[in-house]
């Protein structure tokens, strides 16, 4: 049963062509109020943005609050990586501590303490040097044969070697690479954190530590810390948006000329996108929504739809202008069939985004939100806005002495480009059947192909690459990128000393821990670890806790080993009984501070770190996490880098797989609503599906043939390809049901094609290398975003023209008695006229 729609789009006929001054007032007095947004717009960077009301990212901020005392609020720290051919020679240890004594000479890097293997070996050398003044004159005085004696005698000290690269050489003294650490303990009103935004503290003296480093030393002593990576996340996002939004400027400017071909159409093309861009960010900024890495691809999407709507606004106003029509009548004609469209277009292209919300990222939640709403404006300003601008300019275009180049549509019946675009009619003539289920066949086997696609997160993913390009170093400034150094020194620092250990994982434990049974619980459960594990012997998994602190120190010391002896029932050394006595003991100890690390004031939880295995993957890291904290009769929980890592890899494949099962089945529902409501023809929506299905599906393939995962960036890659992808088949779908209501089936789908199909060229060439342009971004993987978006886009430009004509053809043998006759007119309530041979019975019954 379809609605009397058409008293809506009479109204907004009535106000573009009779009131165009007062409609353009009015989106100009909007722009305004949306520019005030602009000013309150924050930025969000980093991997934490992703881990919020995550339950192992929880757990490891309880435990960063409760044990760790370096990421208590106003203290932070500082790593000094130095490389030379061997760190520790005297020349270079000297290095390394004028290094230390550069920063903590300065007040305004807050000093609290610092450490290196210089240290040890200076204090080696002459255990009264306890000043880094003093430990400097000590190595001064000191001959190469001591420094390498003293090198020696530190060789099992793990204080030392910890420090130091895994190449550390006993005999011959050297290594390549060591790490000092500065720990900063900073006041009240600068505040602390060592967290990952741009303006953290811990940025600015750490960006100062460099240069103080720079300028007093020779060696070759890199700063690195939170504070520098919170820095560069900041940097790359605006690097990326230096470089991408001026070409993407310029192709589209370039691209919309060709379009356009005409100065006027051309300047109202692009401040209707430019508008689109106003209001979506000022929305941002009045809503207090951060801008985040995954946002730097809103402004193209924006664009992708705007050019969109232009091009086909444009070229159906001329199509008409050619018939013979005044400015009037033929925009009237225009709009009547172009915001129908337009409305069906955002409908479905705003399903696609808001389905991100059912994400449990909150960053990608937020894209969904503003791309969604973006678009909302999008269909505003092109569908309104534009047109009424464009009548206002074309009745006083003869009065202006600016040129017009050509008022032509693109793609007529009998040029050469018509001819091109009417190969699907061509295939949809002689065998539509055969196309659809080659069609069919192709997607199953993509899809089938594409899970394979792996699924990724890391930091690098934020991060810029090791190299950036040449062609981008050779850009002029201010578009030239900065110089990047943090993957660099994580690939380095990952070589040289993790390359043959294995990494850890933690199980953070909540419950009294003054119950007898509360240390027998935390040994039993390192029994038998998983494969992942460092197994320590006797089938058990190598692990630091409160455990092995109590352990260590009844060895060394004799008082405390009898106390607990007495309290341990079954002599395994874990105490069973008066644990608070001796917690308290252990806290009045020399490795009481350690002791805090692992067990909390309140002797209410306890983290405990397990060693995992140089060859366990993440995932397998995380199960063996898992399989421990299922352990423990109380709440136990995986935590640690590598778990929540591997969590956010989890849910950002289970956030593309969801939010394309949302978008899929409520456009489904949404075309099948819309197309029985305005035109009486449910089973219409499903014929429009048949494009984007293959789309999809060919875009979930080619991410595996690209070797592209999913990542913090392409999740929402599939939704995303519904959304626009949609835009395409609606556009033929409701140009085709305009045609057909005047002539019959062949001569309709030849006129949908060529009318439709030059608009739509013009819009995937100028969207598709406009999206496409992210590739120049200095984030990889926001170029694997892009290239992937502009792929969807040829992608569902390419169904809707070959596949589409053949789905149409089959729908219309179902539901329509004689393809040799036109459908007829609809009357004035929206129903079919009497002498249609469709109605709303044979479509509500139809198969299709």
């Not at 040994?523 to 197994?535: K, M, S």
């Not at 010391?557 to 009898?562: I, K, L, M, Q, R």
């Not at 789905?807 to 008695?817: H, Y």
């Amino acid at each position: 049963m379809a609605v009397d729609y058409q008293r809506f789009v009479d109204w907004a006929d009535d106000n573009i062509v009779n009131r165009p001054k007062k409609v353009m007032l009015a989106f100009v007095l909007v722009t305004l109020v949306f520019s005030v947004g602009l000013g309150n717009v924050s930025t969000e960077s980093g991997t934490q943005q992703f881990a919020e009301d995550i339950p192992a990212a929880d757990a490891l901020e309880r435990i960063e609050n409760e044990f760790l005392p370096v990421f208590e609020s106003g203290t932070g720290s500082t790593q000094l990586v130095q490389r030379n051919a061997n760190v520790l020679s005297k020349q270079s240890m000297l290095a390394m501590l004028r290094a230390q004594e550069a920063l903590e000479d300065r007040d305004d890097m807050y000093v609290s303490d610092t450490s290196s293997a210089a240290t040890v070996i200076a204090q080696t050398i002459d255990p009264e040097a306890t000043t880094l003044e003093e430990q400097i004159v000590a190595l001064e005085r000191a001959t190469p044969t001591e420094v390498r004696q003293a090198v020696r005698e530190n060789a099992d000290n793990p204080r030392f070697t910890g420090t130091l690269s895994n190449d550390f050489n006993r005999k011959a003294a050297s290594a390549s690479a060591t790490i000092g650490v500065v720990t900063h303990d900073l006041p009240q009103d600068v505040g602390g954190g060592t967290g990952q935004s741009g303006d953290s503290p811990m940025t600015s003296i750490q960006i100062d530590a460099q240069r103080i480093i720079d300028a007093e030393l020779s060696a070759d002593i890199t700063v690195f810390g939170s504070g520098i990576i919170a820095d560069e996340f900041g940097t790359v996002i605006t690097d990326s948006l230096l470089i991408v939004t001026p070409a993407a400027v310029l192709l589209i400017v370039g691209f919309l000329i060709v379009a356009y071909r005409d100065l006027l159409d051309l300047i109202l093309g692009v401040v209707s996108l430019l508008m689109a861009v106003v209001w979506t960010f000022g929305f941002l900024g009045l809503a207090g929504i951060p801008f985040n890495q995954i946002m730097i691809s809103v402004p193209p999407l924006l664009l992708a739809v705007g050019i969109d709507f232009g091009i086909h606004a444009i070229n159906r106003y001329r199509e008409d202008r050619a018939t013979g029509l005044d400015v009037d009548s033929a925009m009237r004609v225009a709009t009547d069939q172009l915001l129908v469209a337009f409305f069906i277009v955002t409908g479905t292209t705003v399903i696609g985004f808001l389905s991100n919300l059912a994400s449990d990222l909150p960053p990608i939640r937020d894209f969904g939100i503003v791309a969604g709403v973006g678009i909302t404006f999008t269909f505003l300003i092109f569908g309104i806005f534009l047109p009424a601008a464009k009548v206002w300019l074309d009745r006083r275009r003869d009065g202006w002495p600016i040129p017009t180049f050509s008022q032509s549509p693109l793609g007529r019946e009998g040029s050469s480009l018509g001819r091109v675009l009417s190969v699907g009619v061509f295939l949809a003539r002689k065998a539509p059947v055969v196309v659809i289920v080659l069609g069919l066949l192709f997607s199953a086997g993509a899809a089938g192909y594409a899970t394979g696609v792996d699924t990724s997160f890391s930091q690098e993913d934020f991060l810029p690459p090791e190299e950036v390009s040449p062609f981008l170093k050779s850009l002029p400034e201010p578009f030239a990128p900065s110089d990047y150094g943090v993957v660099a020194t994580l690939n380095f620092l990952e070589d040289k000393f993790t390359r043959t250990q294995g990494g850890s994982v933690t199980v953070y434990v909540e419950g009294r821990m003054e119950n007898d049974a509360a240390l027998e619980r935390i040994y039993r459960a390192g029994e038998n670890p998983p494969e992942a594990l460092v197994d320590a012997g006797d089938r058990r998994a190598e692990s630091t806790s409160i455990v092995t602190i109590i352990q260590d120190y009844a060895d060394r010391d004799p008082e405390f080993a009898e106390l607990v002896e007495r309290n341990d029932r079954n002599d395994n050394g874990v105490p069973d009984d008066n644990l608070a006595t001796i917690y308290r003991e252990l806290e009045r100890s020399p490795v009481g501070d350690r002791a805090s690390e692992y067990l909390a004031d309140d002797h209410r939880s306890v983290r405990i770190v397990y060693s995992t295995t140089a060859d366990a993957s993440d995932d397998e890291a995380t199960a063996a996490a898992r399989e421990i904290a299922d352990r423990f009769r109380t709440d136990a929980t995986a935590t640690g880098n590598t778990v929540v890592f591997q969590q956010v890899s989890d849910l950002i494949f289970e956030s593309a797989i969801t939010s394309l099962s949302i978008a899929l089945s409520a456009t489904v529902l949404f075309l099948v609503f819309v197309y029985w409501v305005l035109e009486g023809l449910p089973s219409l929506g499903i014929a429009n599906l048949v494009p984007i299905v293959v789309a999809v599906a060919a875009v979930a393939g080619t991410m595996r043939v690209l070797g592209i995962s999913f990542n913090a960036f392409t999740a929402t890659i599939l939704s995303l390809t519904i959304g626009l992808g949609i835009d395409y088949s609606v556009h033929v779908v409701h140009r085709f049901i305009d045609e057909r209501r005047e002539r019959p089936l062949v001569e309709a789908l030849e006129r949908t094609v060529i009318g439709t199909g030059g608009a739509l060229l013009g819009s995937m060439a100028t969207t598709a290398f406009g999206i496409g342009v992210l590739v120049l971004a200095v984030l990889s993987v926001l170029g694997q975003f892009g290239i992937l978006t502009a792929i969807s886009i040829v992608y569902s430009f390419l169904a809707s023209l070959l596949v589409l004509p053949s789905a149409l053809v089959a729908w219309d043998r179902v539901v329509n008695g004689d393809p040799t006759t036109a459908m007829g007119p609809r009357d004035a309530g929206g129903e079919a006229a009497a002498d249609e041979p469709l109605d709303g019975t044979n479509v509500d019954g139809g198969s299709v």
